[in-house]
Nanobody, 127 residues
Framework: EVHLVESGGGSVQAGGSLTLSCVAS????????IGWFRQAPGKEREAVSC????????YYAPSVKGRFTISSDDAKNTVYLQMNDLKSEDTAVYYC????????????????????WGQGTQVTVSS
């Protein structure tokens, strides 16, 4: 059974940092792309950053490029999202998800392309 478990969320002031972790189990980790998505109240779920485990291709949303860094530790079946210089608009529930389709190029940023989802972790940034 596939499981994705996020951790590391919390409350920080603007300009602060957080690191989110997504531990995956129940599937061949290096055959999947893992994405971080977020959803703020009243807004659609959007991609933040995604990584393909087999080739290391990475996608970043323009709003987080230069501030967030995604990385993968295959030995621990874990994907991290280092978030620096956080802004109030980064406030959302953050989800990790797994895409079982091997895609050419950068991983998909479309939520519909992801097959498995974690429960989410809240990130709140106060200004």
């Amino acid at each position: 059974e596939v499981h994705l478990v996020e951790s590391g969320g919390g409350s920080v002031q603007a300009g602060g940092s957080l690191t989110l972790s997504c531990v995956a189990s129940g599937f061949p980790f290096d055959d999947y792309a893992i994405g971080w998505f977020r959803q703020a109240p009243g807004k659609e779920r959007e991609a933040v950053s995604c990584i393909s485990s087999w080739d290391g291709n990475i996608y970043y949303a323009p709003s987080v490029k230069g501030r967030f860094t995604i990385s993968s530790d295959d030995a621990k079946n874990t994907v991290y999202l280092q978030m620096n210089d956080l802004k109030s608009e980064d406030t959302a529930v953050y989800y990790c998800a797994a895409d079982e389709t091997r895609r050419v190029g950068v991983p998909s940023g479309l939520p519909v392309d992801y097959d498995y989802w974690g429960q989410g972790t809240q990130v709140t940034v106060s200004s």
